[in-house]
């Protein structure tokens, strides 16, 4: 927070007003935001639509308002305002648990999934077999997991396979914890943060994407839909929407134990049968082509938007 942000706020939030008056919108699509000072931000936002009586649509993009509501009376009081007379979007049906204590039931409940978009529809053949592991570097996203799964595979004794490391984190001491931890893995190679076509180059250029997550607001990873758009299989927990997008041995597999050796189990099934990880990545951009595409998304959006207005 600082000054600056305050009066930027004030200056829009006028302006809306003003938006308000002139258009009077028959129906308002909001993304509200789950936590922190966003959170707090938006409820001055969705109290000055109720004032104007127009219709809302909140996407929910996010997860941790199960979380708020368990804080406090208040905060009980509090959502069950904000989400009264609102119809709701949902990423996937595991989400819906995070809202449904306090969200309208007279109201509708839409499941509509991310999609992602993908820089390349012609594959490059693979030369070395290769873990990849795309996120922000924060523990609760399972980086740590991930360097002790390939430790273990390397201990074992598997060779011919690689692994990299895409991602940053403004907590520098842990990133030196990350690169010191890289440095005694010959085979790992970490390329700190890349976007658009560089991302999307190693992505290509990688065999399984493993996302050992257990972090508390996971919601549905778009960096496992842009994996699969490139026939790659994943690997990753039970958290959030991502048991809604991952098919366990079918597209990838599911952790139930969030640790390193569990990860290290099912990593190793694919550099024993390469062949399951194939097929498993075949399954896997079939699945992204039959749900997560941005033409898939658009229509559904529309035709949640005909039903709504």
Do not use: W
Not at 64 to 83: A, Q, R
Not at 137 to 163: R, S, V
Request: hydrophobic content about 40%; glycine content about 4%.
């Amino acid at each position: 927070i600082n000054l600056s942000k305050i009066i930027l706020f004030i200056i829009n939030y006028f302006y809306l007003i003003k938006k308000l008056i002139v258009i009077k919108p028959d129906l308002i699509y909001f993304n509200l935001s789950p936590r922190g000072i966003g959170f707090y931000r938006d409820i001055l936002y969705v109290f000055l639509f109720k004032i104007f009586k127009i219709k809302i649509l909140f996407h929910l993009h996010g997860k941790g308002f199960h979380k708020m509501y368990k804080k406090s009376y208040f905060m009980k009081i509090l959502l069950i305002n904000l989400f009264k007379n609102i119809n709701l979007i949902c990423l996937s049906k595991k989400l819906v648990d995070d809202i449904k204590l306090f969200c309208d039931k007279k109201k509708k409940i839409f499941i509509l999934n991310n999609f992602s978009t993908t820089q390349f529809k012609t594959l490059k053949k693979k030369k070395d077999f290769t873990f990849i592991y795309l996120s922000n570097l924060i523990p609760d996203k399972g980086i740590m997991t991930f360097l002790d799964a390939i430790t273990f595979l390397n201990n074992q004794n598997y060779k011919n396979f690689k692994a990299k490391v895409i991602g940053d984190t403004t907590n520098i001491d842990f990133l030196k914890k990350i690169k010191k931890k890289i440095r005694k893995l010959p085979n790992v190679k970490y390329f700190g943060k890349l976007y658009g076509k560089n991302k999307f180059k190693e992505l290509n250029n990688s065999n399984v994407f493993v996302l050992p997550t257990y972090y508390s607001n996971e919601a549905f990873p778009i960096s496992i839909l842009e994996a699969m758009s490139l026939n790659l299989p994943i690997i990753s927990s039970r958290t959030g929407g991502i048991p809604d997008i991952v098919k366990h041995n079918k597209t990838g597999f599911l952790i139930k134990k969030n640790n390193s050796d569990q990860y290290a189990k099912y990593m190793s099934f694919y550099l024993n049968n390469k062949k399951l990880a194939f097929i498993h990545g075949i399954n896997a951009k079939n699945e992204y082509n039959n749900k997560y595409t941005e033409d898939i998304f658009e229509k559904k959006l529309i035709t949640i938007l005909k039903k709504i207005i």
